[in-house]
């Protein structure tokens, strides 16, 4: 209370003094007013009237002196209503200010004051000097009553110095079959003076269910009462509030935080899946049913289910058993989660849950893809295997195939294929082919990849061969001279046709040898034709060999032996 009294008390000469230096310092020039007789001052000052926080029956007021040897020896305080005293009292030093022995009361209490509101108040203040001041404008006496909240079962009007405060709250422990609570208690006017607490009546009520997710108000009836219910999803506290500034009642009025006891129930959730993976596109179905877990078993009626996957988009499916406690729910593929679905009981203070793991793999691109067949028939395809929207994250170890289709629509069958051991998802598959046909690189769905394809590419050679391969003697005699000849052909619509103006070259393998040895080139005539002559030196087969171009197949003729005696 002190600090209030001293608020009241008038401004000295220092206090002025300081303000002449504070404008002074922030650039203000202050103007004298011109020169006039100056005023008396007091040689008692007296503060304004302030109430007391706890009690508005009880007020204090600051009262003091600047003179020297000089105390304040006595305080008259009258209290008027519409300009007539309707009580006197004679305050006392308390050591923080002036204020009346025993509290003010209404009449019905005992008192003198005939009604609650504001009241104005006269005060004289006498010092040990003799000289008496009187101030007539100290201020309001807040003469009302104080908000305060009790539980319903005490007893109105009875005098009660340390109100419960707490709000009630029905029922006292939440389950899953209560989920609602209802908060209720008693707004109350503690009287100023007599304590007595009456019901205040018609008052708007704040409710607060924990820290401000929800908020309802309630009125009160004629004892006082309220209450309010609110829906439970979760564990809560409650408090009530109430401010009111009337001829009535002046003050703010707030409850403790209440809460009821919570009691979860464990029941068991069993759920299976239709799928081991959920490609783009599917829905994984999960069926199962909730029972009780104590007891003998019993399926649980219209309990609320909720299914999603773990780390993923976060997108829920929800159902409500039937009447045997099943359910059936179609959990759309995530492939941002981890593949753990789970399946919740979906209702407050109930507690249980089901889960397992399916396969969602990724999209897949296979890109930069390169085709190519070599003289030799063989097929070299080239690319990156990727995650269509992860590219940085790794394929190692996905699995890419060659098909090959003589169409390019019916008929595709696999030749070759390689696991990935780059990190980048690079591959390179080499294997034989075909004369003339389509070719396809394939990537088959995994746990981790969901299926891709490569572009269908068309590869062709003309295919080539070399007819009449011939020596002009079977036997020769050493260091005679041996004539080979051979035609070579290519292949144009099925027809065998003479291939002029090729290269060609004359190869020897000695016999017992498994190496050829090049010998000499030459090119073929308009019809085709290559002739080659050589020395004889020892037994061996001899052989023509046309090595291809960027549109033809290489090829060879049947070696022929010649033996040298």
């Known amino acids: 209370m002190r600090a209030d009294l001293l608020r009241g008390r008038p401004r000295g000469r220092r206090a002025l003094a300081a303000s002449v230096v504070a404008a002074a310092v922030c650039g203000i020039v202050l103007t004298a007013a011109p020169a006039r007789a100056s005023a008396p001052l007091d040689p008692i000052g007296i503060g304004y009237v302030t109430a007391d926080g706890q009690d508005h029956g009880s007020f204090g007021v600051a009262v003091w002196t600047d003179q020297a040897d000089t105390t304040v020896t006595s305080v008259t305080a009258t209290v ?12 006392l030093d308390n050591g923080y200010g002036w204020g009346p022995g025993s509290p003010l009361k209404l009449v019905d209490d005992g008192g003198e004051l005939p009604r609650l509101g504001r009241y104005d108040v006269e005060l004289t203040a006498t010092d040990s000097k003799g000289e008496t001041v009187t101030r007539t404008e100290p201020g309001a006496l807040d003469f009302t009553m104080i908000p305060v909240f009790t539980k319903p079962d005490g007893t109105p009007g009875a005098p009660v110095t340390q109100p419960t405060g707490a709000v009630t709250l029905d029922p006292a422990v939440v389950d899953a079959d209560h989920t609602s609570e209802t908060v209720g208690g008693a707004l109350m006017g503690r009287r100023p003076g007599s304590g007595v607490l009456v019901p205040l009546a018609d008052r708007t009520v704040s409710v607060v269910m924990g820290y401000g997710q929800a908020t309802k108000t309630a009125v009160t009836g004629a004892d006082g009462r309220f209450s309010t219910t609110f829906a439970l999803s979760d564990e809560e506290h409650f408090t009530a509030n109430y401010t009111e500034d009337s001829d009535q009642a002046h003050g703010q009025a707030s409850t403790p935080s209440a809460q009821p006891q919570y009691q979860d129930a464990t029941v068991a959730v069993t759920a299976t ?75 407050p203070f109930r507690r249980g849950e089901a889960s397992g793991t399916v396969a969602v793999p990724d999209e897949s691109v296979l890109t930069g893809v390169s085709s190519s067949l070599s003289v030799d028939d063989r097929v070299t395809v080239s690319g990156k295997l990727l995650r269509t929207y992860h590219r940085g994250d790794s394929t190692y170890g996905q699995n890419v195939g060659l098909w090959y289709s003589k169409d390019g629509k019916t008929g595709w069958k696999g030749l070759a294929g390689t696991n990935l051991t780059s990190i980048d998802g690079s591959f390179k598959i080499t294997t034989f082919g075909y004369l003339d046909g389509y070719y396809q690189v394939r990537h088959a769905v995994s746990d981790q990849l969901v299926a ?25 005699k050493k260091g005679s001279t041996l004539t080979l000849t051979g035609n070579l052909k290519q292949d144009v619509g099925g027809v065998w046709k003479p291939f002029a103006g090729q290269h060609v070259e004359l190869y020897f393998q000695p016999k017992g040898s498994t190496r050829w040895t090049y010998l000499a080139y030459g090119r073929t005539d308009a019809t085709g034709h290559a002739k080659f002559t050589s020395k004889a030196v020892q037994d061996g087969r001899w052989l023509i060999q046309y090595f291809g171009d960027a549109t033809h197949f290489e090829s060879d003729a049947a070696a022929v032996f010649v033996d040298v005696v």
């Not at 909730?290 to 159902?319: D, N």
């Not at 039937?322 to 492939?335: I, S, V």
């Open 80 to 91: 008027l209503d519409a300009g007539a005293p309707v009580a006197v009292r004679s305050l």
């Open 273 to 347: 899946a239709n799928l081991k993976r959920v490609l783009p596109g599917q829905s994984l179905t999960l069926s199962g049913d909730v029972h009780t877990t104590t007891g003998s078993v019993t399926e649980l009626a219209g309990v609320p289910v909720v299914a999603s996957f773990q780390q993923g988009g976060g997108f829920q499916v929800h159902a409500v058993t039937d009447a045997t406690g099943h359910f059936t729910l179609a959990l759309p593929g995530d492939p941002e989660s981890n593949g753990t679905w789970a399946v919740d009981v979906d209702q």
């Open 452 to 476: 891709s394809n490569g572009p269908v590419v068309h590869l062709t050679r003309t295919n080539t061969r070399i007819f009449q391969m011939y020596a002009n003697s079977a036997r020769v």
